[in-house]
């Protein structure tokens, strides 16, 4: 019955406008992730308080996100995905408007509790409806188009937020994101479209939030792949934070310096998001993933520990950028096709990998800088990426074309 839900779904009327409002949709959800990032310091002078304290809002607004994914997002496979994603993008545009307006600390950490369930639920439900209304020959491309507008936003946010800062206020950076994901509320209100949902009955509770969950997490082929993005997670995305650090240290660069020097990779990463798609729905999904941990794992390595010159680390990030931008699309719909059925659940799960990965790398990465410096750091980080190499190897030994890729098959053949 799930099944015949899943081709109504596809077959269903949808407005030639909701796509690329879907892809308005990411764009606004990430431009309100990032505009936190120039201003902790504009916060914190402003509440009195000091950045560390701040920074801890970043931290409840993760821990949140994995709570919200793992506990709300499975909930539109049985609620339905329309009404759950309509929630979260609100709750995205509502905490972005609280922060804005936050008088206090207290207030500050309430936004970012709206913000954190936002951001847990509407990632995983852009992908799955994505992957519901789009057909085998399209989904390739809407996967790289809404991949492009996501790094895109990962550029912009910060710039639009950095230059209102200085010209009115670090709030005017969360107004402005609450005002473009009020706007693809409205606008996904309007052009998303019903949906049909398999007639259960009663459920249980417990299979209402867990049900999904626990049916992704039979298939060893995805526990391989959740497990193989944690890993890459924890190195490619974990390092972020120290980039910036390790070009101050290393080559004397001023702040503005810094930033066109970390600006080569993630528009490189955008650049290379939108060929994905043409390898995101073939048997190149796997060979593509080990791809990007080795890269990441090699230039990371060789960086921490020769530094050089300013453009070797922009050559290096530009080589690891390559991979993580051809790599999105090919996880995602390696995930969404083991878990046809419970496409909440797994998008969630991935979503999961992603926010814990970047919470443990911070820490982690922290640990090991204060322990061994920048040589420690490139080695875990570098081992991270090793060891999601080494997974998604074990994974491609599975016949990965996706016309085949059914969860009992790939489960059998994962062993």
Not at 353 to 379: E, P, R
């Amino acid at each position: 019955m799930a099944g015949d839900a899943l081709a109504d779904n596809r077959n269903r009327s949808v407005s030639s406008a909701f796509f690329p409002f879907l892809v308005y949709t990411m764009f606004a959800s990430v431009l309100a992730r990032r505009v936190y990032s120039p201003v902790p310091q504009l916060i914190a002078a402003d509440m009195g308080v000091s950045v560390p304290i701040i920074a801890q809002t970043q931290s409840l607004e993760n821990l949140v996100a994995v709570a919200a994914a793992i506990l709300l997002s499975p909930l539109s496979d049985r609620m339905g995905r329309r009404r759950i994603l309509l929630a979260s993008i609100f709750l995205r545009s509502f905490g972005c408007l609280l922060a804005a307006a936050s008088p206090n600390l207290e207030t500050l950490l309430l936004a970012a509790v709206a913000l954190g369930i936002g951001n847990g639920v509407v990632y995983p439900q852009l992908f799955s409806v994505n992957d519901e209304v789009s057909s085998t020959a399209n989904r390739h491309q809407r996967v790289a188009a809404i991949l492009v507008a996501s790094r895109t936003a990962f550029i912009v946010g910060p710039l639009a937020a950095g230059f209102l800062a200085g010209a009115i206020s670090w709030r005017a950076g969360y107004l402005l994101a609450a005002v473009l994901t009020g706007l693809a509320t409205a606008a996904m209100y309007v052009y998303m479209p019903e949906e049909t949902r398999p007639k259960t009955g009663r459920v249980p509770v417990g299979v209402m939030f867990f049900g999904g969950l626990l049916s992704v997490l039979r298939s060893k082929a995805a526990r391989a792949v959740l497990l193989g993005n944690l890993t890459y997670v924890i190195g490619g995305y974990g390092a972020e934070s120290f980039l910036g650090a390790f070009a101050a240290d290393n080559y004397g660069l001023r702040p503005g310096q810094v930033g066109v020097l970390l600006a080569v990779g993630p528009v490189i990463s955008a650049i290379a998001a939108g060929f994905a798609g043409r390898i995101s729905d073939s048997r190149w999904r796997v060979p593509v993933l080990i791809l990007s941990s080795v890269l990441f794992s090699a230039a990371v390595a060789i960086l921490m520990n020769m530094p050089l010159e300013p453009w070797f680390m922009a050559v290096l990030s530009a080589v690891w950028a390559v991979g993580l931008g051809l790599r999105g699309a090919s996880v995602q719909t390696l995930v969404l096709d083991l878990a046809p059925s419970e496409l909440g659940a797994a998008a969630g799960l991935l979503q999961v990998t992603y926010a814990a990965g970047i919470m443990v790398g911070s820490s982690a990465g922290g640990l090991a800088l204060a322990l061994a410096g920048y040589s420690g750091l490139s080695y875990l980080f570098a081992g991270s990426c090793a060891v999601s190499a080494i997974i998604f190897w074990r994974l491609a030994k599975v016949d990965d074309d996706s016309a085949n890729l059914l969860p009992g098959n790939v489960v059998d053949a994962a062993d």
